[in-house]
Nanobody, 127 residues
Framework: QVQLVESGGGLVQAGGSLRLSCASSARLFDTYAMGWFRQAPGKEREFVAGISRNPTITNYGDSVKGRCTISRDNAKNTLYLQMNSLKPEDTAVYYC????????????????????WGQGTQVTVSS
């Protein structure tokens, strides 16, 4: 069972930035596609960003496109999410997710297609 541990959340003012990290226990981190989802109270889990095994292939949710950058460091078994120009509507618990795949380009914005999840890290953006 792969363990995913998120960090980097916190309280930030609107317009500020945060960098989330996700440490994976996977022995072969580069065989996993990685992603970020978020969930605000009373709302469904929402796709934020994904990065395939090929790190040049990324995908972003419409609500964060242009403000967030997902990246991975395979040498450190770590996934990152750089978030800029934060808005109060970005307030949510942010979850790291992963999926073992033989496909170098696999990505999905559907939460049910991702089997491994972290516990989440809270991001709160004040106005």
């Amino acid at each position: 069972q792969v363990q995913l541990v998120e960090s980097g959340g916190g309280l930030v003012q609107a317009g500020g930035s945060l960098r989330l990290s996700c440490a994976s226990s996977a022995r072969l981190f580069d065989t996993y596609a990685m992603g970020w989802f978020r969930q605000a109270p009373g709302k469904e889990r929402e796709f934020v960003a994904g990065i395939s095994r090929n790190p040049t292939i990324t995908n972003y949710g419409d609500s964060v496109k242009g403000r967030c950058t997902i990246s991975r460091d395979n040498a450190k078994n770590t996934l990152y999410l750089q978030m800029n120009s934060l808005k109060p509507e970005d307030t949510a618990v942010y979850y790291c997710t992963s999926k073992f795949t033989v496909l170098l380009t696999w990505l999905s914005s559907v939460p049910q297609e991702w089997p491994n999840w972290g516990q989440g890290t809270q991001v709160t953006v004040s106005s």
